[in-house]
Every structure is written in C-alpha cells, then in structure tokens.
C-alpha cells in the first residue's frame, strides 16, 4: 500500500515512498494509476527523473503527445516549458514565446483543441525563480458536484468548441495568429467527462473554449466565464509552489490548471510531457 497524503480537499494527494524510475506496467504502475483516477493530482517528491526516465514514467499512462504534430515518425521527445529559448538567454516580457507562456496564466486544461486531447500532463521542476512561478489546480469534477443545479442544467447535455487561438487572442491579438495556434480545425467536447473507472462526471472546460454549440457567441462566452468563476475560487485552488525534485502529474479531463507570474528576466523551466487520452480514457463517449 503506497502512503499517501491530501494536498486539498477536494483532490489532490502526495505520494509518498515511490521512485517513479522503479515502476513497470505490472509492478507498482496499476496503483499509481489508480491513484490518478480517483485523486486527479499525484505529487511525488525527491524525484531523480532525468528525460529519459519521464518519458518511461508518461509512456505507462499512454502514448506521449507529439506537440509540434509536424514530426511524424520522430521518438517522442522532451518539451520544456521555460523561458529560456537558448544556451544564454531568456525570452523577453514582451516577445511571443513569454506571452505563449502568459497564456498558461489563464484557467485551462491542456491540448482540449487537438484532435486527441490529453489525458495527463507531467511536470517536473528544472530551473525555478526566486519567488512566483507556482502552478494552481482546481477540481472540476468536485465543482461540478458542488454546482448548482441551474447551472447545471444549462450545461449538462451542452457541447462546447474548443479553438488554440481563442486563448492566445486573450493575451494578444497577433499572438494568436501564429501557425501553430490556428493550424487546428476546431475540436467539439460534450461539457461533461464522465470517467469510465470511478463513473465520475467532471466539467471538461477551459480557455480554449470559443463557444457552446447551438447558443450566440456572447451567450456561450459569458456562460463559459460564469462556470470558470464557479470552479475557480479560492477555496477550490492548490497552488502547487515548486520544489527541486518534484514531479507532478494531473488528469486533464477532471481538472483545470493556471501558472502563476514569476520575474520574467529569470529563468523558470519546468520538464513536461503530456499524455493522449486513449480510447480506454472515455474519448469517443466525450466527441461532442
Ligand atoms: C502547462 C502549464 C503552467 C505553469 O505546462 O501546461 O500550463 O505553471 N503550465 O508553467
Ligand atoms: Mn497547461
């Protein structure tokens, strides 16, 4: 039995006692694995993982998700999230790589524009700023259990439309238009991921979201803002505030996630793969 202790209430536990570099399918993956299904957010601390070995621990989750999509037939590969773009330097406040990276500051889950989506994100800390850079979660699996049930009737058979460049354009408009953000057809959700292992319903949203199928935009728009407050407050955030050594893996079709600034002239990089949702994950009951 793996020991384990809560992060928050809602969701949300460390993990403790594992070297992630010791796991195989048979051995020790199944409990971590069902671990993520119920808890959303595992944490192991004191990792050692280098590339090579994060990339082992994501492959037992599934296929590692090829994010530039342009290399077909690559080895899937390692995919910094950091501000640093070469051996000596930093990205500028205002140059589009920082503002991609602005753009994780906003309530999302990851890749819900790909065609397939991601199951998991996993995050290992590398370089961390002297103050700021902490990574906040929320559950949307506790919110929607908490919502209320007009809020929830106006979402529970909903579809919405997920677009990369909708977030961008929150952060600037010529951002948004870059290739690799509008280079994906539109991608259409149900509102709702049911988890076909704890049979679990949570809100599958998130700043990429650009409409609700069958409602005018603004209408659609203001609803999205209005679920996103509700799975958002206060009481509902962990703010994960990085320590060397930590590896953090989350389930995107529970969860939604935001950085947090830090003094963009230092270095912050964190190692990070995502994992493609398979159909074992619930991807075609979720096809909106
Ligand atoms: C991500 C992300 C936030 C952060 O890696 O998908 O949103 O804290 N990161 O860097
Ligand atoms: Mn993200």
Redesign the pocket.
Known sequence: MLRTTRLHRDFAVEVHGVDLRSLTPTDGYPEIRALFEHHSLLLFRGQQLDDEGHLAFGALFGPIEDRSMGRNGAKPRMDN?SNKIGENAISAPDDFHTLNLIG?QLW?T?STFLPVPALA?I?AARVLSSTG?E?EFVSTRAAWRDMPEDLKAQVRNAVFRHRASHSRSKINAELAKLEKFTKWPDQTWKALWRNPVTGEDALYIASHVCAIEGMAEAEGTALIDRLTAFCTTDDRIYTHAWQQGDVVIWDERATM????PWPYNEERT?A?ICVSVQARDGLAETRG
């Open positions: 999230v994780n999302h990851d994100n995050l850079g990574t996630h935001r950085g947090r964190l990070s």
